[in-house]
T-cell receptor, first 112, second 111 residues
């Protein structure tokens, strides 16, 4: 089945220790998104890619970076995680021109 | 003013009843409207999309859109305990190129 896959599902890191979250998709969608979602809050868009074109949201902290080496994969790098970065990180995809977004299962990040 | 507003709930309905979830949005140029279901600890799952005024039905779910009133709703008929989740309204288009989510309404269906 076509799907969006995120690894790991759960990630524990220490304050200030870099962490990388990964997302892959078999939907062949050219748009990929990273969201941050904290408890009882709406998903917050961090950045997205139209193909390889990177689009950063204005209020995304510099601590968050992203890479998309090919159509199928996208990575979220948190360079120096703080306690406030503990959240669920969601990857989503869509086909350009179509507004429906499909989410992966998410990665729950804990910062100690 | 929030761009997409939902009643946070919690909303409780008995099993078999109709659950009604409401959403208003501020950008009059919005063009696409979505309902996502999110179980606790899980990711959002797209359950309905609607693009034009009126009703759209899919199984037990009906989405209703009124662009003049900037209002979109989701009705769940014959509610089941498995429908207990948070329902997120999302809006796209107008001045926002990407989806704008509401903060969700928590629904509990009581057996």
């Amino acid at each position: 089945d076509a799907m969006v896959i995120q690894n790991p599902r759960y990630q524990v890191t220490q304050f200030g220790k870099p962490v990388t979250l990964s997302c892959s998709q078999t939907l062949n969608h050219n748009v990929m998104y990273w969201y941050q979602q904290k408890s009882s809050q709406a998903p917050k868009l961090l950045f997205h890619y139209y193909d390889k074109d990177f689009n950063n949201e204005a209020d995304t902290p510099d601590n968050f970076q992203s890479r998309r080496p090919n159509t199928s994969f996208c990575f979220l790098d948190i360079r120096s995680p703080g306690l406030g970065d503990a959240a669920m990180y969601l990857c989503a995809t869509s086909r350009q021109g179509k507004n429906e977004q499909f989410f992966g299962p998410g990665t729950r990040l804990t910062v100690l | 003013q929030k761009e997409v507003e939902q009643n946070s709930g919690p909303l409780s309905v008995p099993e078999g009843a109709i659950a009604s979830l409401n959403c208003t949005y501020s950008d009059r140029g919005s063009q696409s409207f979505f309902w996502y279901r999110q179980y606790s600890g899980k990711s959002p799952e797209l359950i309905m999309s609607i693009y034009s005024n009126g009703d759209k039905e899919d199984g037990r779910f009906t989405a209703q859109l009124n662009k003049a009133s900037q209002y979109v709703s989701l009705l769940i008929r014959d509610s089941q305990p498995s429908d207990s989740a948070t329902y997120l309204c999302a809006v796209n288009g107008g001045s926002a190129r990407q989806l704008t989510f509401g903060s969700g309404t928590q629904l509990t269906v009581l057996p």
